[in-house]
């Protein structure tokens, strides 16, 4: 591929992703009002993971702790996240979803999934396969190389 195609290519990705993530928050948006999109990722990993500590939650979307501790605080406010004492260390705090917490990811997640099934329905199964793959290799990427801002 040419270095012009090459960068054609990339630009195109670039603005693609960006509607994506627009799309997003406004999906999220309508699906909660109340649950911004980044808070509604940090209860999906939280439900994901069975519980996690702040720190985990840092490190997992490369955010500062100052961040994810005020979308812990906004969360833990709406009644949908708690702390429980770590049973190995009981210094250490762990993040659960609460019945609450649960409920509205399983909900929000069911209308998401929705949404995904109708937006790909005329996608063949091989493109899917295709696309699912190149997600989980660019989401896998080591982010530690990109350039500073």
Known sequence: MST???D?????IQRE??????????TAARLHPGLPLVSYTILAHIDDRKGCRATDLATHYLLDKSTVSRQIASLEKLGLIERR???DDHRVQVLHPTEAGSQVF???QASRLAAYEERL???PAEDL???AAYLLRYNSADDTTLPEA
Request: glycine share 4%; charged share 25%.
């Open 106 to 108: 399983a909900s929000t």
């Open 17 to 26: 992703l960006t509607a994506f993530a627009r799309r997003a928050r406004a």
């Open 4 to 6: 012009g195609a090459r």
């Open 121 to 123: 329905k005329d996608w």
């Open 8 to 12: 054609v290519s990339l630009d195109t």
């Open 85 to 87: 004492p770590d049973p």
């Open 129 to 131: 396969a295709a696309f």
